[in-house]
C-alpha cells in the first residue's frame, strides 16, 4: 500500500462529476439561522391520518416484521390496482404492481430497466431533481427540454417532437409538476401521446402528485390514452396523497413483463418495501380517500392565498393548478434567482428554493412550497412584501 | 359556502374577511356580509383564543359535576339549565342522554371552593336529585386543539 491512496479516486466518475443538489445550498445556510420562515420544504405538514399509523402499529403488535414477498404484499397490489380504477380510471391487475420504497425508487428502477449506455432521457426541466442523475448513473445521455414560462411550464408535443432522436429510450412525464405545479390536460396529453406513439421510446410517468389537482380536473394518466399503456410505468406512491413521506412507500404500475424485470431489479437491490409500511398502506388505500379530500380542500386554500400573496407582492405567479408549489416569477426584481434567494433569507429570514435549482429554465422563479399552515404562510408572506417593497426604494 | 366560511373561522378566528375571500375565492364584501349576518343571526356567538393554562402561574381546578334533576311541570329542563349557567364559575352546561340528565364544566381556585359551591349552591336546588363531581386531572385535547404533545414541524432538509 502506498501512502498516497485516495479512495475517492475509486469511485465511480459519472457520481463524482454531479453536481450537488441545488435545493440543499441555501438550506444548509437557513439551518444555522433562528427563526426562519421556510416555505421551502417539499414534504406534506400533515401527519400521517390515525387510522393509517395505527395499521402500522397492529401490524408490529402482531409481529409482523418479516420481509414480504419481493413484489409486495398481495393485498396491497390489489388494493392499488383497485385504487387506480377508482381514482384515476387506470386498468392494471395486481401482477402490474410492484410496491417499491418510496416512488423515488421505482424512477430509479425504470431508468435502469430501459437505459443501455448511449441511450437517450428526454427531462423536461423545470423538474424533480433525481431524473437527470439517475438517467445519467444508469449510462444514459439525459436530454433536457426547458419548459416555457408562456406555456406556464407544460409541456407541448411540438417541444418534445424537436427533442426526439432514433436514440430516445425514454421519456420522463413529470406532471402534476414539482416545482411549477402545473399539469397536463386531457387534450394536451393527447397530442403528446401521438408523438411518442411514433416512436420506439417508452415513458416514465411520474405521477406522485396526481391526487393533488385543483380545478376541479381529475388528473389524467398517459397510460390511460390509446396505445400509450403498453410502453409506460406509472411511478407514484404514498407520500404525497396520505402524508406519509416518512414510511418509504411508492410503487410502479406497468404491463407485467416490465413489472418483471424491474422486479428482477428491484429484488436484488431492495428485497421488498418495509413491511409495516405496507400494512399501514392498505388502510391507506382501503379507508383513506376522505383524507386525501380534506388534506386537498385544505391545500386548495392556501394555494389560493400564497398565488394571491405573490401577486401581491409584484411577482407575477400563474396558478399552479397541481402539487403544492407555485412558482413566481421574479425577473421584475432585477435579481437572479439566488440572489433573491439568498438576500430574502438573509434580510426577512424568509427561505424560498431558486427556481434554476430544477433546471437552468427556472432561473428566474423561486419555488414556494404550501404545505404550510396558514398562518406560516401568511408570515412569510408579510417578509416576501416587505423585501419585494425594500428593492424598490 | 356558508359551512365553509365557518369552517375556516372555526379552526383560525383571525382569518380577515380578505383572506377568506381569497381562500374560497369569493368576493370580499359578500364574506364581509356573510360574517354580519352569522353574528346577528347567534351563529358566530363569541371570539375566543385557546389557552393552555397549566403552563401559566394561575391556579386553578376544573370539574365535571353529573346531575340528576327532576324537570317540573310546565318548566322542563332548559328551565333549571338556566338556573345553572347564570353562575359565572359554571363554564359549560349540556343536557345529556343516559344515565344523568345535565353536565357541568365548573371551574374555581382550588378543589374546597369547588366542592363548596356544589354543596352550597348546586345541591340544595329543588329540582336536583343528585351530583357527582369529578375534578379534571389533566387536559389532552379540547375543541380540535391538543394542549400535550403539540406537533412541531420537525421536517429536515430533503432534496426534492
Redesign the interface.
Given at each position: 500500500m502506498t501512502s498516497s491512496f485516495d479512495p475517492e479516486k475509486l469511485l465511480n466518475k459519472t457520481l463524482v462529476s454531479l453536481p450537488p443538489s441545488g435545493i440543499r445550498k441555501l438550506f444548509d445556510i437557513a439551518s444555522t439561522m433562528d427563526n426562519v420562515i421556510s416555505l421551502g420544504i417539499g414534504e406534506p405538514d400533515f401527519i400521517t391520518p390515525w387510522h393509517i399509523r395505527n395499521a402500522g402499529i397492529r401490524s408490529l403488535e402482531k409481529g409482523r416484521t418479516q420481509y414480504t414477498s419481493n413484489s409486495g404484499l398481495g393485498e396491497l397490489r390489489s388494493q392499488t390496482a383497485k385504487y387506480l380504477k377508482r381514482r384515476f380510471g387506470m386498468d392494471y391487475n395486481a401482477d402490474e404492481i410492484l410496491i417499491t420504497v418510496g416512488g423515488s425508487e421505482a424512477i430509479d428502477l425504470t431508468m435502469r430497466a430501459f437505459i443501455s449506455p448511449g441511450d437517450e432521457v428526454i427531462v423536461p426541466q423545470p423538474s424533480f431533481v433525481c431524473y437527470g442523475p439517475l438517467a445519467e448513473l444508469a449510462g444514459a445521455v439525459p436530454v433536457y427540454l426547458e419548459l416555457k414560462t408562456e406555456n406556464d411550464f407544460r409541456l407541448t408535443a411540438a417541444q418534445l417532437r424537436e427533442k426526439i432522436t432514433s436514440k430516445t429510450k425514454l421519456i420522463v412525464l413529470p406532471f402534476p409538476n414539482n416545482p411549477t405545479g402545473s399539469v397536463l390536460e386531457a387534450d394536451e396529453l393527447k397530442e403528446i401521446a401521438d408523438v411518442i406513439r411514433r416512436t420506439d421510446a417508452a415513458v416514465l410517468s411520474d405521477e406522485i402528485y396526481a391526487e393533488l389537482t385543483y380545478t376541479g380536473k381529475r388528473h389524467v394518466s398517459v397510460s390511460s390514452l390509446p396505445g400509450m399503456r403498453e410502453r409506460t410505468v406509472v411511478v407514484s406512491g404514498f407520500s404525497k396523497a396520505f402524508a406519509m413521506t416518512g414510511w418509504r412507500l411508492g410503487y410502479a404500475a406497468a404491463p407485467a413483463n416490465i413489472i418483471k424485470a424491474l422486479t428482477k431489479l428491484h429484488q436484488y437491490a431492495i428485497m421488498c418495501a418495509p413491511s409495516a409500511s405496507q400494512y399501514a398502506a392498505i388502510e391507506a388505500l382501503s379507508e383513506g380517500d376522505g383524507d386525501i379530500e380534506e388534506m386537498k380542500r385544505e391545500y386548495d386554500h392556501r394555494r389560493r392565498l400564497i398565488v394571491d400573496g405573490f401577486n401581491s407582492a409584484g411577482l407575477t405567479c400563474f396558478e399552479p393548478k397541481g402539487a403544492f408549489y407555485c412558482f413566481p416569477c421574479i425577473k421584475s426584481t432585477g435579481l437572479s434567482s439566488d440572489e433573491f434567494c439568498r438576500r430574502l433569507l438573509e434580510e426577512q429570514k424568509v427561505a424560498l428554493v431558486p427556481g434554476n435549482a430544477f433546471g437552468s429554465s427556472g432561473e428566474g422563479f423561486v419555488r414556494a412550497s404550501y404545505a404550510y399552515s396558514i398562518e406560516h404562510i401568511k408570515s412569510a408572506i408579510a417578509g416576501i412584501i416587505r423585501f419585494v417593497g425594500s428593492l424598490r426604494k | 359556502m356558508d359551512n365553509e366560511i365557518l369552517e375556516?373561522l372555526d379552526r383560525?378566528s383571525?382569518?380577515t374577511a380578505r383572506?377568506i375571500a381569497?381562500?374560497?375565492?369569493a368576493d370580499e364584501s359578500e364574506i364581509e356580509r356573510r360574517i354580519d349576518y352569522f353574528k346577528n343571526e347567534g351563529i358566530i356567538v363569541g371570539n375566543k383564543i385557546m389557552i393552555n393554562w397549566r403552563k401559566t402561574s394561575r391556579e386553578f381546578v376544573t370539574a365535571l359535576i353529573e346531575l340528576k334533576v327532576t324537570p317540573q311541570f310546565g318548566r322542563g329542563f332548559d328551565q333549571i339549565a338556566e338556573r345553572f349557567y347564570q353562575y359565572e364559575q359554571v363554564k359549560s352546561v349540556y343536557l345529556m342522554s343516559g344515565a344523568y340528565d345535565l353536565a357541568l364544566q365548573i371551574e374555581g381556585t382550588n378543589l374546597n371552593e369547588v366542592a363548596l359551591f356544589v354543596a352550597e349552591k348546586l345541591a340544595p336546588m329543588d329540582a336536583v336529585v343528585s351530583t357527582a363531581t369529578h375534578f379534571v386531572l389533566k387536559k389532552y385535547k379540547e375543541d380540535g386543539i391538543m394542549f400535550e404533545n403539540k406537533?412541531s414541524?420537525d421536517?429536515q432538509?430533503?432534496?426534492?
Open positions: - | 375556516l383560525d383571525n382569518l383572506d381569497v381562500m374560497l375565492e406537533p414541524d421536517r432538509v430533503m432534496v426534492l
